[in-house]
Nanobody
């Protein structure tokens, strides 16, 4: 009943910019932390950036100063503005929401759901 859908990935040259978006759908009341993770071929999924509902951010050292995470709570959407992209940023980027309060048709009540992931969006940076 709750889904995360990413958009905005693509192919860009080194030094370029991209903006990723992730929208949560459903009868959502609130979302705690939202964030972005990425997984390059042959590597484990890693944290890129997170943003709590209170505005606290956390960035991987590799993206500090280049990436900016933001969110629009009214739209249940989180963004990742990526600048000065490098070939090593090439990966599938996944959106995550750690805890969502939403209205459940199944239970006819508000309920909490945990650890939601989007389907991923490919970002490829050419040198």
């Amino acid at each position: 009943q709750v889904q995360l859908v990413e958009s905005g990935g693509g192919l860009v040259q080194a030094g370029g910019s991209l903006r990723l978006s992730c929208a949560a759908s459903g009868f959502i009341v609130s979302i705690n932390a939202m964030g972005w993770y990425r997984q390059a071929p042959g590597k484990q999924r890693e944290l890129v950036a997170t943003l709590t509902s209170g505005g606290d951010t956390n960035y991987a050292d590799s993206v500090k100063g280049r990436f900016t995470i933001s969110r629009d709570n009214a739209k249940n959407t989180v963004y990742l503005q990526m600048a000065s992209l490098k070939p090593e940023d090439t990966a599938v980027y996944f959106c995550n929401a750690d805890r969502i309060n939403y209205y459940s048709d199944k239970y006819s009540s508000l309920t909490w759901g945990y650890n939601y992931w989007g389907q991923g969006t490919q970002v490829t940076v050419s040198s």
